[in-house]
């Protein structure tokens, strides 16, 4: 059995080792499972395939080198943006289950009818007309697949992993907006920052106050505009956003798509945090809140970057609900099935 350094590999070029993500791990063990089973199905024929079968198993081959390419391909930055090699994998990987489904000898298809409805549940809306059929046929037929039923199990097999393909992109177009507005906020508050070490006068006076008109003016960390008193505001904002991060992560699920979606949501906070405690300070400044036009000591104003640090919680739990739904709608094998509203004629559905 041939190997390279912390990799062994079968005669197929299978088994986990190249790649570091346990993601992209769980991938590759999918591809020698899939290619087992085409081993297995050649195996059962030791006189051959029909013509049309074998031209069937070649193309299972091709699906599955390409999945094989997508997940041992050294990763860069766009890729992981793009999620070409994520979407090239998990295409070819569907399309080789479909094809393994249609050379199943006929024998064997019983089993499989709760698999691929399993499948059409998690991914296929009530309404869906393949799943509905297939439901129907399975439920009449004591929930075993026939030769009858078989192009409609691959149809319906088809279409729910044509569903889940696009639930993945729109987590991964949801990932990528994130990491736009991470870095766009990050990037406006280190002009902000800029700005202040170059020109104090014109940006930093508006984070110090004059308690009254005979007192010094105040400022976070003296009595005149620097750099450094906008650093410090922007700071503790920052603190104090990941300070309620933190906390919130109670509320943050994990997930199991090769997405960071999470951990996004986080960092989204923290650039967020300095803008909200500069921008709160502003709007004291300018006298928008009343009664807090002039604070009167560094200590106090610094109090208050940490509260509009802190209060960014409100605007960004928003964006945490809609992260939380885009999840949601991922709907992997390792799921519940999703519920909603039944009719009461519905019979109860069995869980996968």
């Known amino acids: 059995m041939p190997s390279t350094k912390n990799t062994v590999l079968d005669?197929?070029?299978?088994?986990?080792?190249?790649?570091r993500s346990s993601w992209w791990q769980r991938t590759v063990a999918h591809v020698a499972e899939l290619q087992c089973q085409l081993n297995r199905i050649k195996s059962l024929n030791p006189q051959g395939l029909a013509p049309h079968e074998q031209e069937i198993a070649t193309k299972?081959?091709?699906?599955?080198?390409?999945?094989?390419?997508?997940?041992?391909?050294?990763?860069?930055?766009?890729?992981?943006?793009?999620?070409?090699d994520i979407d090239r994998a998990f295409a070819n990987i569907h399309r080789a289950e479909t094809k393994i489904l249609r050379l199943?000898?006929?024998?064997?298809?019983?089993?499989l009818g709760p698999l691929v409805l399993a499948n059409a549940r998690q991914h296929l809306g009530d309404e869906d007309p393949r799943r509905a059929k297939l439901e129907e046929q399975l439920r009449g037929n004591g929930h075993r697949l026939t030769e009858e039923m078989r192009e409609l199990a691959i149809t319906t097999l088809l279409a729910?992993?044509?569903a889940e393909e696009k639930e993945r992109a729109r987590a991964r177009s949801f990932r990528n907006i994130l990491l736009v507005s991470v870095a766009a906020t990050a990037v406006i508050a280190g002009l902000f920052l800029l700005?202040?070490?170059l020109s104090p006068s014109s940006i930093v006076s508006n984070v110090c106050f004059t308690p009254a008109p005979n007192k010094p003016q105040v400022c976070p960390i003296g009595t005149s505009e620097?750099?450094?008193d906008l650093l410090i505001v922007m700071a503790f904002g920052s603190a104090a956003a990941a300070f309620a991060a933190a906390v919130s992560l109670k509320g943050i699920q994990g997930t199991s798509t090769p997405y960071s979606v999470p951990m996004m949501l986080v960092l989204l906070r923290i650039p967020v945090g300095a803008l909200a405690a500069l921008m709160g300070l502003?709007?004291?400044?300018?006298?928008f809140i009343p009664g807090l036009s002039s604070l009167d000591n560094g200590p106090q104003i610094i109090a208050w970057a940490i509260l509009f640090g802190i209060l960014q919680e409100s605007?960004?739990?928003?964006?945490d609900r809609q992260g939380k739904d885009v999840l949601n709608n991922v709907r992997g094998a390792e799921r519940e099935f999703q519920k909603g509203p039944r009719k009461k004629s519905d019979a109860p559905r069995e869980k996968g």
Do not use: C
């Open 195 to 197: 700005w202040g070490f």
């Open 160 to 162: 729910a992993q044509m």
């Open 60 to 84: 299972i081959e091709t699906h599955l080198n390409a999945a094989r390419q997508a997940a041992n391909r050294k990763k860069n930055p766009w890729s992981m943006i793009s999620g070409a």
């Open 104 to 111: 199943t000898p006929k024998e064997e298809l019983g089993e």
């Open 282 to 287: 502003v709007l004291i400044h300018g006298g």
């Open 11 to 19: 005669a197929d070029k299978d088994v986990a080792g190249y790649t």
């Open 315 to 319: 605007v960004t739990r928003m964006v």
């Open 226 to 228: 620097t750099g450094q």
